[in-house]
């Protein structure tokens, strides 16, 4: 599977947001539980600001496990079908992205993807 430069600047977007997208999602979270600490001293909150507030942090929770889901299933594949990589380092590859997931899909993008995309 041959990458050419605009689509590895597509997925080096892509393969970074998921890195832009957590400390916003923590500090909606941390938004949240304080909000919810300052509301409950004065009174009960109101269950649909309570739902409002859970919504505003899972939905993009669930779009960037989506997005880390498709970058893994790509990336594999990428793996398994580069004929530049022997036999060993496309298992080593494959286990790297099962178990850092997010974290090895960079280093990829650099080491096997970048470079060759830069050379064609």
Do not use: C
């Amino acid at each position: 599977m041959e990458i050419n430069r605009n689509q590895s600047i597509v997925l080096a977007i892509f393969t970074f947001l998921p890195f832009i997208f957590f400390p916003i999602i923590f500090i909606q979270v941390f938004g949240f539980v304080l909000n919810m600490i300052a509301v409950s001293e004065h009174s009960d909150p109101e269950p649909v600001e309570v739902f409002k507030g859970i919504l505003s942090f899972i939905v993009p929770i669930i779009l960037v496990s989506l997005l880390s889901l498709a970058l893994l299933i790509f990336y594999i594949i990428h793996a398994a079908t580069n004929k530049k990589l022997e036999g060993i380092e496309q298992v080593m590859w494959i286990l790297l992205f099962i178990f850092l997931g997010i974290i090895a899909f960079p280093i990829y993008l650099f080491m096997r993807i970048w470079n060759t995309s830069k050379n064609a």
